[in-house]
């Protein structure tokens, strides 16, 4: 429609066409009122019954809730009206009539169960404060890419459809790729360390992950979105430099161009982005200050994964963003490097919101024959990850990165309950549809 105009940029002395969804409609005798909604807002449409043409009231308020019409009428100003302005219809064209039973509430005033929601996302999508979080997701996402951009990254795509799974064959989807087993790819975590070793040196990717995880949590999901990030001639200091500086980008991002969006959440007044200067606790002492809160039912011991009682115990303890570096290095995978001054550290580090684990990263054991021990340790075929491990031998520089959950980081940044908030159409172990 080309002469539409949105229903925010309505102007008092105008006429204009706005289209969009039947938000609500109002009869109060001999006048009535439609509320039209768009992507920009809502606007009043006035009726009065005995001054209008009987076929236009009759169509303006025969519309059942979201049916789809556009409206052509007079601007005039009314302070009474939601938006202090309100049209006076020449003409109501129904585009798509809407069922009258909805199964779920998009005006939010009856309130639905994430499953509803979930199996009827589009409905969903039309409730503002769900509309936000996207809106804030997309932001995040542009801020994050400039941010790359700014310490000289190089933007990659690499493969979802892989012959060997990242870390071996666990927590794998298997594919039939041509007549040949193939698997959905776990992370791009072994192709953006060949690319550093390409020459292009610093290069990020955004896009998704696939783990075939038994979790079925509020924070766990089967299809995820990584923000990953590898650099040559960095090492797990630098990679944690640059960590900070995205995260702390997307939130600075958020702030400053998602004012209306964060208003719809409730959070306008409240948001801010973290500080930087995120402590790095090694693991040896975050497993004494975890055992120190006394929040655990058994004490943790060296090597022992944090289960998710500890995280909470720590988080609150450090009440904001931190990382925790030199983990023991028989828990973290073959590609991290080990300390040089002690081989039982590793350099792996992770970082965590005071709620869960976002990130995850280390600096890469980049010599051939150290990553070939690397595999034998785990219990890994070095020759089924041959195009991975041969170009170790052609020169590959010292490198370091990390992988970071995009809906983890907008999830921790919302404040939201469960994760599948975060996503479009979220693939879990009960979803498959929509």
């Known amino acids: 429609m080309e002469s539409r105009s949105y229903t925010a940029d309505a102007t008092p002395g105008e006429t204009v066409t706005v289209a969009g969804w039947v938000h609500e409609v109002r009869d109060l005798g001999g006048i009535a009122f439609v509320i039209l909604r768009d992507t920009t807002g809502k606007i009043q449409i006035k009726f009065e019954k005995d001054e209008m043409d009987e076929d236009l009231v009759e169509t303006g308020l025969g519309v059942h809730r979201e049916s789809v019409i556009a409206v052509t009428g007079a601007v005039e100003e009314e302070e009474r009206a939601p938006t202090g302005v309100e049209i006076t219809p020449e003409s109501v064209e129904v585009l798509a009539d809407a069922d009258p039973e909805l199964p779920l509430d998009p005006s939010g005033k009856v309130d639905a169960e994430l499953p509803t929601r979930l199996d009827n996302r589009t409905l969903d999508l039309r409730k503002s404060e769900v ?7 997309a932001e995040m996402f542009r801020s994050i890419r400039e941010a790359f951009r700014d310490v000289g990254c190089t933007e990659i795509n690499t493969p979802k459809i892989v012959a060997t799974g990242t870390e ?56 995820a979105t990584s923000i990953d990030f590898e650099s040559a001639f960095t090492d797990a200091e630098g990679a944690m430099d ?16 998602c004012e209306a969006e964060l208003e719809a959440l409730g959070m306008a007044d409240e948001f801010e982005a973290p500080e930087a200067g995120f402590e790095r606790i090694p693991y040896e002492e975050a497993i004494d200050r975890i055992n120190a809160t006394g929040e655990l039912d058994e004490m943790l011991g060296w090597g022992d994964d944090l289960p998710t009682e500890a995280e909470r ?30 081989e039982t550290l590793s350099t792996g580090f992770d970082l965590m919101h005071p709620r869960l684990e976002l990130v995850s990263g280390g600096q890469r054991e980049h010599r ?39 809906e983890r980081l907008v999830m921790t940044m919302l404040g939201l309950d469960n994760i599948r908030e975060a996503v479009l159409f979220p693939r879990d172990r009960q979803r498959l549809s929509p």
């Open 131 to 137: 509309q936000a979080i996207f809106e804030i997701r």
């Open 168 to 223: 071996g064959g666990t927590e794998l989807f298997p594919i039939t790729y041509f007549g040949e087993e193939a698997f959905m790819n776990q992370s791009p975590q072994l192709f953006k360390q060949l690319m550093v070793g390409s020459g292009l040196e610093r290069v990020f990717e955004i896009g998704p992950i696939f783990r075939a995880e038994e979790h079925n949590t509020p924070r766990h999901l089967n299809e």
């Open 242 to 257: 640059v960590c900070e500086e995205i995260v702390i980008a997307a939130y600075e991002g958020v702030a400053e161009n």
């Open 313 to 342: 115990a720590l988080g609150e303890e450090v009440g904001e963003h931190y990382f925790i570096t030199e983990w023991p290095s028989e828990i973290k995978p073959f590609y991290i490097k080990d300390n040089d001054d002690d």
């Open 368 to 406: 051939h024959e150290r990553l070939i021990e690397g595999f034998e340790q785990q219990g890994l075929e070095p020759e089924a990850f041959e195009y991975y491990t041969k170009m170790f031998r052609y020169g590959m520089p010292p490198h370091a990165g990390w992988g970071l959950g995009a």
